[in-house]
Every structure is written in structure tokens, then in C-alpha cells.
């Protein structure tokens, strides 16, 4: 495919670090140094920076007004106007609009975009109204849903990171619905970053270590971890930051609470774990999973959304019914219980995501763009 110019538009981004977040890099990274021309939209915050270098490659980010969403100061609300954003595709000239998890700054570049004749691919990442409702306030569930709606179908194709999402999304009446999942960095997520000193640093009994990582908020259901507290012989390792973190530490007093953790250190700590657990009921993926997976931990989650695809129940982790927190301490009983058995699901996780890398799913993404272009040519020459 020829040299495409890519504006990518993220409702989140640096220095927040999210799936959103990751998913932006890792992607802009590889159409950087296969030599695309990419430009990112995102609203401003503290510390954002002008552009990204991928060796001698640039790109170029453009912060637009945001607000701090409130009680949770570092998630960015965009503010910014439609004419700001037509202004931007005008200086640019994308070939395609890439939302990513698109909400208000997605809503005001998929109207610019309708306005200026260019294709658009949006990725629905966030399950906005289970949050809506997760967050008490199911009044606005639907009209979430409305408003989304109308984001994804002005776009020539929307995708969705798992069977369970696309499902989910087409039944709220989202149209043009493909499925794209996410890439994992195998080279550093891998069993090799496994580290004894921080493993004796960590279980200095010689516990099993169990590990978290996501963020410390009420729709990752992070205090359904501590049902496994009173486990003999077995330490929580819990890797993120939130707004739940002092409630939590109370929760958990005999867990080991990492903070936030990103890159080698992040590969290190899970690395030298036993067992990944995830509890949140609200996963459109669960990338944390593919992580562990490549690092050599078998994998337990509630049988819902993106981990149903991750997951393969009895071979390479356990999917427990949501809400019933016996069966997910069963499952790690099982799996704590049995160094063989664990043994043969963490190689068979391993394996199961060896192919997954991010330039093979970026190559998927530029042939949705060129399927987008394809089917907005056709519409605008009947």
C-alpha cells in the first residue's frame, strides 16, 4: 500500500496511560517507521508532549482544550470546537480518520471529517454506558448508547476488539461492524523478564503470587480480589493507580500494592508472578490478559466481554461465572494447587498469543482504511 496520511484522533492519550493510550503508540509507532504520514489529535494535558520520535521518525501530536473529567482528575475531557478540528484536517489533508475510542473529541472529527470527504474508521474500545451505569447512573445508559450510535455510524467502518463487543454493539444498533483485536509485545512481555530477587523481594515466605494490573476503580471490581486475601500461602500483587487505591489497601492489607508500572518494570513484576487475575465485568478486550498470557501466567476472568476471547477456558485459563467469587477462588485453588497443571496452561497461554505482534495488527488496519476508502468512494459515486 502506498504512503497513507493517517490522522489519528484519541479521546485519550499521554501522559495518561490506558488501553486507549497503549493501543495509539503501538500502532503509530509501526505506520512511523513503515513510513506513513500520521498526525494525533488529543486533548491537552500537563505533561503531553509536541511529538513522538520512533528512531529517526516523528509524529507530530496536537493538543486541543480539555477539562479534567471530575473525581478523576487525569482522565481529559476534550473541549475544543468543530471548527478547531475542521481546521486541523484542513492543514493536514488525511487520506483517513482514525478515532480512537471516539466520545467528544471523536463526535466533533467525525462531523469534520462527514463535512470534508474523508474516510473514517472508529474503534470502540470503552464500554461507556456500562461505565454510565456501573457509575450509578443508568438513566443515561441508553442515552450514551444514542449518542455513540451517532458517532459510529457516521464512520465507513467501526471496529470492535472481540466477538462479545461486536455483538454487544451491533445490538445497540452501531452498523458496519468488523472485529480488530490488539497486539502484544512479545518481546517484552515475556518469561525471560521472570526475576527471582524481586520474587523473594515480593514472597518472602515463599508464597504463590497472584497479580492485578489495571486501574484502582469501581468498574474494574477490584475488591472482588479479596475473596483470595485468606488463601494460605498466596500474596496479591495489585499494579495500578486510581481513585479506590486507600479503600482497597484496607481491603487488602496483605497485598502488595506496586503503584503504576509500565515497560520493563511492568514485564518484570508479572513476569515473576504465579497467576493473572482480572475482575472487571466490563472488558471490550482486556489487553493485561494478552500480557500475562505472553509472559508466561495462565489467565482467570469473568466470563464476559473481551476476555471470552482471550481466554481459553481449561487450556489456557479459566473463565468463572461473573459474580460468584467462590468459583473464581476455586479456579485459583486449582491452579496454585497444582505446580504441573499450571505448568502446561501458562506454555499454552504463551503460545496462544506468539502470532498476536503489533505490526501484523497494524497490516489489519491499513487494510480496513483501504476497505473504508473503498466503500466511501462508492457511496459518493451513486
Request: aromatic share 6%.
Amino acid at each position: 500500500m502506498r504512503n497513507v496520511k493517517i490522522l489519528v484522533v484519541a479521546e485519550s492519550f499521554l501522559p495518561h496511560m490506558n488501553g486507549v493510550t497503549n493501543s495509539v503508540l503501538r500502532v503509530v509507532e509501526c505506520f512511523a517507521r513503515s513510513g506513513h504520514e500520521v498526525r494525533i489529535v488529543a486533548p491537552g494535558a500537563p505533561g503531553i508532549p509536541n511529538e513522538l520520535t520512533f528512531g529517526a521518525e516523528r509524529v507530530p501530536v496536537i493538543p486541543v482544550l480539555s477539562l479534567p473529567m471530575m473525581g478523576y482528575g487525569q482522565v481529559r475531557m476534550s473541549a475544543t470546537t468543530n471548527y478547531r478540528i475542521r481546521s486541523i484536517i484542513d492543514d493536514f489533508h488525511p487520506d483517513v480518520v482514525h478515532l480512537a475510542c471516539p466520545a467528544l473529541l471523536g463526535n466533533a472529527a467525525s462531523k469534520a471529517a462527514v463535512k470534508r470527504g474523508i474516510p473514517t474508521v472508529a474503534i470502540y474500545q470503552t464500554d461507556l454506558p456500562g461505565y454510565t451505569r456501573k457509575y450509578g447512573a443508568p438513566v443515561l445508559e441508553e442515552a450514551m448508547w444514542m449518542f455513540l450510535r451517532d458517532i459510529h455510524n457516521r464512520c465507513e467502518i467501526n471496529l470492535a476488539p472481540s466477538s462479545s463487543t461486536r455483538n454487544q454493539i451491533v445490538e445497540h444498533g452501531i452498523e458496519r461492524v468488523q472485529i480488530w483485536r490488539r497486539g502484544v509485545d512479545t518481546s517484552q512481555f515475556s518469561p525471560t523478564r521472570r526475576s527471582e530477587k524481586l520474587r523473594k523481594r515480593l514472597a518472602p515466605n515463599g508464597e504463590k503470587l497472584v497479580v492485578y494490573v489495571g486501574r484502582l476503580a469501581a468498574e474494574k471490581q477490584v475488591d472482588d480480589l479479596a475473596i483470595l486475601e485468606s488463601m494460605p500461602n498466596v500474596r496479591l500483587v495489585i499494579v495500578g493507580e486510581g481513585p479506590l487505591e486507600a479503600q482497597l489497601r484496607s481491603a487488602m492489607p496483605g497485598a502488595y500494592f506496586a503503584g503504576f508500572k509500565k515497560g520493563a518494570e511492568l514485564a518484570e513484576i508479572v513476569a515473576s508472578c504465579d497467576l493473572f487475575v482480572h475482575t472487571g465485568e466490563l472488558e471490550t478486550f482486556c489487553q493485561t490478559i494478552q500480557e500475562a498470557m505472553a509472559s508466561g501466567l495462565p489467565a482467570i476472568a469473568p466470563r464476559s466481554g473481551g476476555p471470552i476471547d482471550l481466554i481459553d477456558h481449561s487450556h489456557t485459563g479459566w473463565l468463572y461465572t461473573p459474580g460468584k467469587l467462590e468459583e473464581l477462588r476455586a479456579y485459583v485453588e486449582d491452579l496454585l494447587g497444582d505446580d504441573t497443571k499450571r505448568g502446561h496452561f501458562a506454555a499454552a497461554a504463551q503460545e496462544s498469543v506468539r502470532q498476536r505482534t503489533w505490526p501484523v495488527l497494524a497490516e489489519q488496519l491499513l487494510g480496513f482504511y483501504r476497505e473504508a476508502a473503498r466503500l466511501h468512494e462508492a457511496a459518493h459515486a451513486a
